[in-house]
């Protein structure tokens, strides 16, 4: 129970940050934003990893699974930050929620981990709830929504290269490495913002700042998620931040999803808590020869 708590607190609190990103990006460009918030998370994370005592930076980051979740972290935050200015609230948060059966599908296909078919079934389900919602025909295709696609598929290799590395760097030293990644991504897309930067008004800044916070105490929450409760059990309520993210959407942006939208995400999270609840359960023992 204490488990499922901390999943709810940390995707209750991932839904906020978005909406907060969100509500700047209209009047500063999404480039700035992300910087800023880039530096505001990294700047309490050292501090944090400092008071425990940790350097900054483990020298395990040099690793290829490490950089290789580096460089994935930097495609996820990327064209997420982008998707969460251009796209509604409500469809970036809904395609989202596919990141967990991609990275079934790539510990299947690059881990060598065990998949049956009833797990391959579930996620083609969740799949065409994708599709549903990008409504790839020509007269109803969103293009916007790709950006939502490419972030989606940068955190689940990101997550699936977390899986392999060093068991050595903690949480805070993931942390510093997450959000220095965020300043990468905000640099890069600094040069193609639609205006030039210019200084935040005290309201944006104050948001930003108040995002980095928030996004610090998801993280943290998730960490503890995961580590005081049974993965099987935790995981599935992951799935609560869509219902946040809906609310947010419908109340703060004057979004009104489609049902082709709402029948879509509830495909996505019907096969996903599946999926999670059969990696959770235990496999029988081999036969004796």
Same mark, same amino acid.
């Given at each position: 129970?204490?488990?499922?708590?901390?999943?709810?607190?940390?995707?209750?609190?991932?839904?906020?940050?978005?909406?907060?990103?969100?509500?700047?990006?209209?009047?500063?460009?999404?480039?700035?934003?992300?910087?800023?918030?880039?530096?505001?998370?990294?700047?309490?994370?050292?501090?944090?990893?400092?008071?425990?005592?940790?350097?900054?930076?483990?020298?395990?980051?040099?690793?290829?699974?490490?950089?290789?979740?580096?460089?994935?972290?930097?495609?996820?935050?990327? /064209?997420?930050?982008?998707?969460?200015?251009?796209?509604?609230?409500?469809?970036?948060?809904?395609?989202?929620?596919?990141?967990?059966?991609?990275?079934?599908?790539?510990?299947?296909?690059?881990?060598?981990?065990?998949?049956?078919?009833?797990?391959?079934?579930?996620?083609?389900?969740? /799949?065409?709830?994708?599709?549903?919602?990008?409504?790839?025909?020509?007269?109803? /295709?969103?293009?916007?929504?790709?950006?939502?696609?490419?972030?989606?598929?940068?955190?689940?290799?990101?997550?699936?290269?977390?899986?392999?590395?060093?068991?050595?760097?903690?949480?805070?030293?993931?942390?510093?490495?997450?959000?220095?990644?965020?300043?990468?991504?905000?640099?890069?897309?600094?040069?193609?913002?639609?205006?030039?930067?210019?200084?935040?008004?005290?309201?944006?800044?104050?948001?930003?700042?108040?995002?980095?916070?928030?996004?610090?105490?998801?993280?943290?929450?998730?960490?503890?998620?995961?580590?005081?409760?049974?993965?099987?059990?935790?995981?599935?309520?992951?799935?609560?931040?869509?219902?946040?993210?809906?609310?947010?959407?419908?109340?703060? /942006?004057?979004?009104?999803?489609?049902?082709?939208?709402?029948?879509?995400?509830?495909?996505?999270?019907?096969?996903?808590?599946?999926?999670?609840?059969?990696?959770?359960?235990?496999?029988?023992?081999?036969?004796?020869?």
């Amino acid at each position: 129970m204490l488990g499922a708590l901390f999943m709810c607190a940390a995707m209750t609190l991932f839904a906020i940050e978005d909406a907060l990103f969100k509500s700047v990006t209209p009047a500063l460009p999404p480039g700035e934003a992300t910087l800023i918030f880039g530096l505001t998370g990294t700047a309490i994370y050292v501090l944090l990893t400092l008071r425990a005592r940790e350097p900054v930076l483990h020298p395990a980051i040099l690793r290829p699974s490490l950089m290789m979740r580096t460089v994935f972290e930097i495609i996820g935050r990327l /064209f997420f930050a982008l998707s969460l200015a251009y796209t509604p609230l409500a469809i970036t948060s809904s395609i989202l929620q596919a990141a967990p059966l991609v990275v079934t599908a790539g510990a299947a296909l690059l881990l060598g981990e065990q998949v049956g078919p009833r797990r391959w079934i579930a996620m083609a389900v969740g /799949f065409i709830g994708v599709l549903m919602i990008l409504r790839p025909t020509p007269d109803a /295709f969103r293009p916007d929504a790709l950006l939502a696609v490419a972030g989606m598929i940068g955190f689940a290799m990101r997550d699936l290269f977390t899986r392999a590395s060093p068991p050595a760097v903690s949480t805070n030293q993931l942390g510093v490495l997450g959000f220095a990644v965020l300043i990468v991504a905000g640099l890069i897309m600094l040069p193609f913002d639609p205006a030039p930067p210019r200084l935040p008004t005290g309201t944006e800044l104050g948001r930003l700042l108040l995002t980095g916070a928030v996004g610090v105490a998801a993280y943290t929450a998730l960490t503890r998620a995961m580590r005081v409760g049974e993965v099987s059990v935790v995981a599935p309520f992951r799935y609560s931040r869509l219902l946040v993210a809906l609310t947010f959407a419908f109340l703060f /942006f004057g979004e009104r999803p489609d049902l082709w939208t709402l029948a879509g995400g509830l495909l996505i999270v019907i096969s996903g808590v599946y999926t999670l609840l059969r990696s959770g359960k235990p496999r029988p023992p081999a036969r004796p020869e």
